[in-house]
């Protein structure tokens, strides 16, 4: 897997997660003091983001870094 598709997978599972969660950006800015603009960069897989800010991500979506790497078909 390149960069480029393990940003893009983590962001789409963070953000399918978050909605399932119904929680909006703001409510993730909110709670970690990161930008919406920050937020919707990773959503959109356009910025790569360190491991300490992608486990608190994935942690605020109840979710272990595994399942954020996870390709769905």
């Known amino acids: 897997m390149d960069e480029h598709k393990i940003l893009e997978t983590f962001g789409l599972n963070f953000k399918m997660y978050r909605a399932k969660l119904k929680m909006s950006q703001e409510d ?34 109840g979710k272990n870094i595994e399942s954020m790497l996870r390709e769905f078909d």
Do not use: P, R, W
């Not at 919406?36 to 605020?60: D, F, P, R």
């Open 28 to 61: 993730v800015c909110d709670k970690t003091g990161f930008s919406q603009a920050y937020i919707s960069n990773v959503e959109n897989g356009k910025h790569s983001i360190s491991l300490v800010n992608a486990l608190m991500l994935s942690e605020l979506v």
